[in-house]
């Protein structure tokens, strides 16, 4: 990725540090389908030289960060408002978590020219 920086405003549960912080990498991962209702994880991974979690903690939760990422999806063709943070334990050490909903994952689908089958896994046949 080109320099992409997203900042966080110091106001998440796990952090109160104001940095900006290095995009490194945006990943949609394997997707579940239910009906009409498909939902899974986006990783948006950082720079360790930008933010250290060790140090700085979770940016999980923090306002401005997400607000820029979703802005971002946005400008990108992808309905940012339909990514959020997932759960804190699903959070890494280089990378933010994040819940992504069926518009998300069909205009990613839409816009890299993804087969459904290569992203998206049914539901019943996984938990039956």
Known sequence: MDKVV????????WSDEERAVRITNIELGVGIEDGDKMWGELRVYFDRR????????L???DKKFVREL?????QHGLPGKDVY?????MQGDDYVS?????KFYKAWMAKFSIPREELVEDWKYLYG
């Open 50 to 57: 930008t933010w250290d979690t060790m140090k700085h903690g």
């Open 6 to 13: 997203f900042n966080t405003a110091g106001n998440g549960l």
């Open 59 to 61: 940016i999980y939760t």
């Open 85 to 89: 943070y997932s759960e804190q334990g």
């Open 98 to 102: 994040l819940d992504a909903g069926t």
């Open 70 to 74: 979703q802005e971002f999806l946005n």
